[in-house]
């Protein structure tokens, strides 16, 4: 029964493969360790008990052919030798090897050499100390354009010949060898053709670095908290230049000059054109809004009640809301005598950003005072406060923008010391995405034709970016401002952005073109699928 139980424990222990091995035999460092210590306990018992005649005994057994089998000294013999001893002539397992090391501690570097001491022929100390002192974190590298990220690999790629990222500050490996002249590897067929052509890869848009059209915009202020350009349906391209307000025609180029303020000292501070493009509404610095018929240069009305200049202007419908530096937003009903319809009073600073969302459901207000408030459309009831309150601003908050296909999506975007767009679901009141561009926004749109946003800088890097959405992925990077763009706005098209900054130049921007054979195909499809249904309606 003992054997049979020690069988079956033999058994279970070869199955348990996760288990410490318990039953196999010592390793060679154990066996040495357990000798010594036998022969170590074995000097010390004779010592202690003065038998040096029977030590001697049992020492000289050791060497015998045979191990010696005492009674009264067979726990010492046992502990001292576990295995047969060893014949008289036969050299002890010391003296098999003389002078040599125990494997494993010798050299194991071909040639002698250390492996840990670096190959100062394959180390470009250069790179080594660029990467060193260099302060690019993961971040930096996300935000960078897919473009700029191309620029830098290829000139990594000419200069040091390698990769930046993949490049080692120090290397202990011999670079390998050259590939002899006219080689031909056998396997570079095999390995090619997994790779996808050149021609079935889907290529990405070009958006052009440099702009379309650069326009003379003397005189513009630098102003922050105003907004001093607007693109019209009709094609016209409103600027407000101190107490001037000039109109460019895009399709003819031709610039005649709509208004002039009568005292030198007042100055237009904002401007927004109806969505039928024929009335713009201009803000003066005298607190009045006024109404001009661009094909007449006619001014139609002058509508007053602010106290400090207006700043912000928004159309919806026939209702005309205005911000002022005192922090109220007022309707007008541009339609009747009595145009001030209602007061909106959610800031404690001034109205510095103002926009209707695409349904004329919801009105986006941004302020001086860091808040970002959205009022609901039903403003003729008797408590006009906000729907939402959004704090988490860390400035002023002047770029704001609605979503053209997803009317309640609300993007901001705040100042200097915040830095952050933020995008807003205004039905749940959250905050859905948030991104650090490390620059002062100064205006942002959206893409009619792209799922993309535009987003123009000021300190410190005076620029426009465009961002994919919702990834907020770089797409391009325009350059070539000087000084903070200030001002953005959108064709009629859609096909193009032009930006004002304090460098008192606007620049036109052909970055969102389409392929016009595709569009031209969805417009005929949407054009059939249209006909039949208002057919299947007259029936």
Wanted: aromatic residues 8%.
């Amino acid at each position: 029964m003992a054997s049979n139980f020690t069988f079956e424990n033999d058994i279970n222990m070869a199955l348990r493969l996760d288990a410490p091995i318990t039953r196999g035999p010592m390793m060679r460092w154990q066996r040495k360790q357990n000798e010594s210590l036998s022969h170590t306990n074995t000097s010390l018992n004779c010592s202690n008990l003065n038998m040096t005649n029977n030590c001697s005994m049992n020492m000289s057994s050791t060497n015998a052919k045979t191990p010696m089998k005492s009674s009264s000294l067979g726990n010492m013999s046992v502990g001292a030798n576990k295995t047969p001893g060893q014949r008289k002539g036969t050299p002890s397992r010391a003296s098999k090897t003389p002078g040599k090391k125990t494997p494993g501690r010798g050299n194991k570097t071909p040639g002698g050499a250390d492996r840990f001491i670096p190959n100062r022929g394959t180390t470009q100390f250069d790179v080594g100390h660029y990467r060193m002192m260099s302060d690019q974190t993961p971040a930096d590298d996300e935000l960078m354009s897919p473009s700029k990220r191309d620029f830098q690999k290829n000139m990594n790629d000419n200069l040091n010949g390698t990769e930046m990222a993949a490049s080692k500050i120090i290397s202990y490996n011999s670079k390998a060898p050259q590939v002899p002249e006219g080689y031909q590897n056998n396997l570079k067929v095999l390995y090619s053709c997994s790779k996808t052509p050149g021609s079935c890869k889907k290529t990405t848009r070009h958006i052009p670095q440099v702009p379309e059209r650069i326009l003379d915009a003397p005189d513009i202020l630098d102003d922050y908290y105003l907004n001093l350009l607007d693109w019209s349906a009709n094609n016209h391209l409103a600027v407000a230049l101190g107490p001037h307000i000039y109109l460019w025609s895009a399709a003819s180029g031709e610039i005649t000059q709509l208004l002039e303020m009568p005292n030198s000292e007042d100055y237009v501070s904002s401007v927004s054109w109806i969505k039928e493009g024929n009335y713009l509404a201009i803000g003066t610095s005298n607190n009045e809004v006024q109404l001009w018929d661009a094909e007449n240069t006619k001014r139609i009305r002058s509508m007053t009640g602010h106290a400090a200049r207006v700043g912000a202007l928004s159309w919806n419908s026939y209702i005309l809301s205005s911000g002022s530096r005192s922090g109220y937003i007022h309707h007008h009903d541009v339609r009747v005598p009595d145009h001030h319809v209602a007061t909106l009073g959610g800031h404690a600073q001034e109205v510095c950003g103002l926009k209707w969302s695409p349904d004329g459901k919801y009105l986006a207000s941004g302020g001086n005072d860091n808040v970002l408030n959205v009022w609901s459309n039903s403003y003729n009831t008797v408590d006009n406060s906000p729907l939402h309150v959004f704090t988490q601003h860390q400035a002023a908050v002047k770029a704001v923008a609605w979503c053209p296909w997803q009317p309640s999506i609300l993007a901001s975007g705040g100042g200097t010391a915040d830095r952050h767009i933020r995008f807003w679901n205004c039905n749940t009141g959250q905050c859905i995405k948030s991104l650090d561009t490390k620059s002062q926004v100064c205006s942002l749109l959206w893409s009619n034709e792209y799922k993309e946003v535009i987003s123009s800088h000021g300190y410190a890097n005076n620029e426009l970016i465009i961002w994919k959405y919702p990834s907020m992925i770089k797409v391009a990077e325009l350059t070539g401002h000087t000084s903070r763009v200030l001002h953005m706005s959108m064709s009629p098209d859609g096909t193009s952005v032009v930006s004002a900054a304090a460098d008192e130049t606007l620049r036109i921007w052909k970055c969102f073109d389409v392929d016009k054979t595709k569009k031209k195909a969805a417009t005929t499809t949407i054009g059939k699928s249209g006909s039949s249904i208002l057919r299947q309606g007259i029936r």
